[in-house]
T-cell receptor, first 109, second 119 residues
Framework: SQQGEEDPQALSIQEGENATMNCSYK?????LQWYRQNSGRGLVHLILIRSNEREKHSGRLRVTLDTSKKSSSLLITASRAADTASYFCAVTNFNKFYFGSGTKLNVKP | GAVVSQHPSWVICKSGTSVKIECRSL??????MFWYRQFPKQSLMLMATSNEGSKATYEQGVEKDKFLINHASLTLSTLTVTSAHPEDSSFYICSARGRAEGLLSYEQYFGPGTRLTVT
Protein backbone atom coordinates (compact mmCIF):
# COMPACT_ATOMS: atom_id res chain seq x y z
CA SER A 1 0.00 0.00 0.00
CA GLN A 2 1.22 3.48 -0.69
CA GLN A 3 -0.36 4.74 2.47
CA GLY A 4 1.06 4.97 5.92
CA GLU A 5 -0.92 4.16 8.97
CA GLU A 6 -2.29 6.66 11.41
CA ASP A 7 -3.85 6.23 14.75
CA PRO A 8 -6.22 6.85 16.15
CA GLN A 9 -8.58 6.89 13.20
CA ALA A 10 -10.85 9.19 15.15
CA LEU A 11 -10.30 11.35 18.20
CA SER A 12 -12.84 13.35 20.15
CA ILE A 13 -11.70 15.76 22.85
CA GLN A 14 -12.90 18.81 24.74
CA GLU A 15 -11.74 22.27 23.84
CA GLY A 16 -8.57 23.11 25.73
CA GLU A 17 -7.28 19.56 25.84
CA ASN A 18 -4.27 18.37 23.89
CA ALA A 19 -4.66 16.11 20.87
CA THR A 20 -2.01 13.61 19.84
CA MET A 21 -2.01 11.80 16.52
CA ASN A 22 0.48 9.20 15.39
CA CYS A 23 1.74 8.17 12.00
CA SER A 24 3.79 5.17 10.99
CA TYR A 25 5.29 4.60 7.59
CA LYS A 26 7.09 1.87 5.71
CA UNK A 27 9.68 3.38 3.41
CA UNK A 28 12.76 5.49 3.91
CA UNK A 29 11.89 9.16 3.73
CA UNK A 30 13.35 12.54 2.86
CA UNK A 31 10.92 14.35 5.09
CA LEU A 32 7.52 13.99 6.68
CA GLN A 33 4.77 16.54 6.56
CA TRP A 34 1.47 16.98 8.31
CA TYR A 35 -1.62 18.34 6.59
CA ARG A 36 -5.06 19.32 7.67
CA GLN A 37 -8.23 18.86 5.67
CA ASN A 38 -11.60 20.28 6.48
CA SER A 39 -14.49 18.16 5.29
CA GLY A 40 -14.74 18.12 1.51
CA ARG A 41 -11.98 20.66 1.08
CA GLY A 42 -8.38 20.77 -0.04
CA LEU A 43 -5.33 20.27 2.11
CA VAL A 44 -3.52 22.82 4.20
CA HIS A 45 0.14 22.32 4.98
CA LEU A 46 0.88 22.46 8.69
CA ILE A 47 4.48 21.53 9.29
CA LEU A 48 7.43 19.69 7.80
CA ILE A 49 10.09 17.75 9.64
CA ARG A 50 13.21 16.54 7.88
CA SER A 51 14.55 13.05 8.26
CA ASN A 52 17.51 14.32 10.31
CA GLU A 53 15.32 16.22 12.75
CA ARG A 54 13.69 14.78 15.83
CA GLU A 55 11.30 17.48 16.93
CA LYS A 56 9.83 20.64 15.55
CA HIS A 57 7.45 23.28 16.86
CA SER A 58 5.11 25.70 15.14
CA GLY A 59 2.69 27.65 17.31
CA ARG A 60 0.47 25.13 19.06
CA LEU A 61 1.85 22.28 16.97
CA ARG A 62 4.63 19.96 18.00
CA VAL A 63 5.89 17.23 15.70
CA THR A 64 8.29 14.44 16.54
CA LEU A 65 9.98 12.01 14.24
CA ASP A 66 11.60 8.68 15.08
CA THR A 67 13.18 7.30 11.95
CA SER A 68 14.33 4.13 13.72
CA LYS A 69 10.70 3.31 14.46
CA LYS A 70 9.45 4.88 11.25
CA SER A 71 6.92 6.92 13.16
CA SER A 72 5.89 10.48 13.80
CA SER A 73 3.48 12.21 16.12
CA LEU A 74 1.58 15.46 15.90
CA LEU A 75 0.57 17.18 19.10
CA ILE A 76 -1.92 20.03 19.09
CA THR A 77 -1.92 21.82 22.40
CA ALA A 78 -4.84 23.76 23.89
CA SER A 79 -7.16 22.58 21.15
CA ARG A 80 -9.96 24.76 19.82
CA ALA A 81 -13.24 23.88 18.15
CA ALA A 82 -11.78 25.30 14.94
CA ASP A 83 -9.14 22.55 15.01
CA THR A 84 -11.85 20.06 14.09
CA ALA A 85 -10.67 18.48 10.84
CA SER A 86 -8.91 15.45 9.43
CA TYR A 87 -5.16 15.35 9.82
CA PHE A 88 -2.87 13.45 7.49
CA CYS A 89 0.79 12.72 7.54
CA ALA A 90 2.61 12.49 4.24
CA VAL A 91 6.02 11.07 3.62
CA THR A 92 8.22 12.16 0.78
CA ASN A 93 10.10 9.44 -1.01
CA PHE A 94 11.82 10.07 -4.32
CA ASN A 95 9.86 13.25 -4.92
CA LYS A 96 6.50 11.63 -4.32
CA PHE A 97 4.11 12.08 -1.46
CA TYR A 98 2.37 9.19 0.20
CA PHE A 99 -0.36 9.97 2.63
CA GLY A 100 -1.34 8.22 5.82
CA SER A 101 -4.88 7.09 6.43
CA GLY A 102 -5.67 10.15 8.51
CA THR A 103 -7.04 10.96 11.91
CA LYS A 104 -10.41 12.64 12.21
CA LEU A 105 -10.26 15.07 15.11
CA ASN A 106 -13.39 16.45 16.71
CA VAL A 107 -12.91 19.19 19.28
CA LYS A 108 -16.04 19.79 21.28
CA PRO A 109 -16.69 23.33 22.51
CA GLY B 1 1.58 33.27 -2.90
CA ALA B 2 1.59 29.66 -4.08
CA VAL B 3 -2.08 29.38 -4.93
CA VAL B 4 -3.39 26.42 -6.85
CA SER B 5 -6.86 26.45 -8.31
CA GLN B 6 -9.01 23.69 -9.72
CA HIS B 7 -11.91 23.90 -12.07
CA PRO B 8 -14.63 22.87 -11.80
CA SER B 9 -15.08 22.52 -8.06
CA TRP B 10 -17.79 19.97 -8.64
CA VAL B 11 -19.20 18.21 -11.67
CA ILE B 12 -21.95 15.72 -12.36
CA CYS B 13 -21.78 13.74 -15.55
CA LYS B 14 -23.52 10.80 -17.12
CA SER B 15 -21.96 7.39 -17.35
CA GLY B 16 -19.93 6.98 -20.53
CA THR B 17 -19.04 10.62 -20.95
CA SER B 18 -15.63 12.20 -20.39
CA VAL B 19 -14.83 14.91 -17.89
CA LYS B 20 -11.88 17.27 -17.82
CA ILE B 21 -10.56 18.78 -14.61
CA GLU B 22 -8.12 21.67 -14.71
CA CYS B 23 -5.42 22.44 -12.20
CA ARG B 24 -3.67 25.80 -12.36
CA SER B 25 -0.83 27.35 -10.42
CA LEU B 26 -1.80 31.00 -10.22
CA UNK B 27 1.34 32.73 -9.07
CA UNK B 28 4.20 30.35 -9.67
CA UNK B 29 5.54 28.00 -12.28
CA UNK B 30 4.63 24.43 -11.50
CA UNK B 31 7.41 22.22 -12.71
CA UNK B 32 5.69 19.16 -11.27
CA MET B 33 2.03 18.50 -10.67
CA PHE B 34 0.47 15.61 -8.85
CA TRP B 35 -3.02 14.18 -9.06
CA TYR B 36 -4.67 12.47 -6.15
CA ARG B 37 -7.95 10.70 -5.65
CA GLN B 38 -9.80 10.59 -2.36
CA PHE B 39 -12.75 8.38 -1.53
CA PRO B 40 -15.13 9.45 1.22
CA LYS B 41 -13.55 9.30 4.65
CA GLN B 42 -10.35 7.92 3.20
CA SER B 43 -6.89 9.20 2.54
CA LEU B 44 -5.45 10.61 -0.64
CA MET B 45 -4.15 8.14 -3.17
CA LEU B 46 -1.50 9.38 -5.54
CA MET B 47 -2.61 8.69 -9.09
CA ALA B 48 0.12 10.21 -11.19
CA THR B 49 2.96 12.66 -11.35
CA SER B 50 3.44 14.96 -14.30
CA ASN B 51 6.36 17.13 -15.23
CA GLU B 52 5.85 19.98 -17.65
CA GLY B 53 6.41 18.90 -21.20
CA SER B 54 6.72 15.20 -20.52
CA LYS B 55 4.40 12.26 -20.11
CA ALA B 56 2.84 11.60 -16.77
CA THR B 57 4.09 8.79 -14.56
CA TYR B 58 1.21 6.74 -13.24
CA GLU B 59 1.10 4.83 -9.99
CA GLN B 60 0.59 1.12 -10.07
CA GLY B 61 -3.03 0.21 -10.63
CA VAL B 62 -4.03 3.52 -12.22
CA GLU B 63 -5.21 3.15 -15.81
CA LYS B 64 -3.42 5.73 -17.91
CA ASP B 65 -5.88 5.35 -20.78
CA LYS B 66 -8.75 6.11 -18.45
CA PHE B 67 -7.16 9.00 -16.58
CA LEU B 68 -5.47 11.15 -19.18
CA ILE B 69 -3.10 13.73 -17.79
CA ASN B 70 -1.69 16.61 -19.76
CA HIS B 71 0.81 19.06 -18.31
CA ALA B 72 1.04 21.33 -21.28
CA SER B 73 2.41 24.43 -19.60
CA LEU B 74 4.11 25.49 -16.42
CA THR B 75 0.81 26.67 -14.98
CA LEU B 76 -1.72 24.15 -16.20
CA SER B 77 -2.32 20.44 -15.87
CA THR B 78 -5.49 18.66 -16.86
CA LEU B 79 -6.95 15.34 -15.81
CA THR B 80 -9.51 13.83 -18.15
CA VAL B 81 -11.60 10.96 -16.88
CA THR B 82 -12.61 9.12 -20.02
CA SER B 83 -15.76 7.04 -20.35
CA ALA B 84 -16.63 7.76 -16.76
CA HIS B 85 -18.48 5.21 -14.66
CA PRO B 86 -20.15 5.57 -11.26
CA GLU B 87 -17.13 3.96 -9.59
CA ASP B 88 -15.05 6.89 -10.82
CA SER B 89 -17.05 9.18 -8.57
CA SER B 90 -14.57 10.64 -6.15
CA PHE B 91 -12.83 13.76 -4.92
CA TYR B 92 -9.88 14.60 -7.16
CA ILE B 93 -7.16 16.85 -5.81
CA CYS B 94 -4.16 18.24 -7.60
CA SER B 95 -1.01 19.68 -6.15
CA ALA B 96 1.90 21.54 -7.61
CA ARG B 97 5.52 21.98 -6.83
CA GLY B 98 7.53 24.65 -8.51
CA ARG B 99 9.73 27.64 -8.43
CA ALA B 100 9.13 31.21 -7.39
CA GLU B 101 10.67 33.64 -4.98
CA GLY B 102 9.84 32.59 -1.47
CA LEU B 103 8.47 29.24 -2.56
CA LEU B 104 9.60 26.17 -0.70
CA SER B 105 10.97 23.83 -3.32
CA TYR B 106 10.10 20.70 -1.37
CA GLU B 107 6.53 21.62 -0.65
CA GLN B 108 3.45 20.70 -2.60
CA TYR B 109 0.69 23.26 -2.81
CA PHE B 110 -2.73 21.74 -3.02
CA GLY B 111 -5.75 22.76 -5.00
CA PRO B 112 -9.19 22.83 -3.36
CA GLY B 113 -10.31 19.65 -5.08
CA THR B 114 -12.98 18.67 -7.58
CA ARG B 115 -15.88 16.48 -6.63
CA LEU B 116 -16.91 14.24 -9.50
CA THR B 117 -20.21 12.41 -9.44
CA VAL B 118 -21.00 10.01 -12.26
CA THR B 119 -24.63 9.02 -12.58
Amino acid sequence: SQQGEEDPQALSIQEGENATMNCSYKTSINNLQWYRQNSGRGLVHLILIRSNEREKHSGRLRVTLDTSKKSSSLLITASRAADTASYFCAVTNFNKFYFGSGTKLNVKP
Amino acid sequence: GAVVSQHPSWVICKSGTSVKIECRSLDFQATTMFWYRQFPKQSLMLMATSNEGSKATYEQGVEKDKFLINHASLTLSTLTVTSAHPEDSSFYICSARGRAEGLLSYEQYFGPGTRLTVT
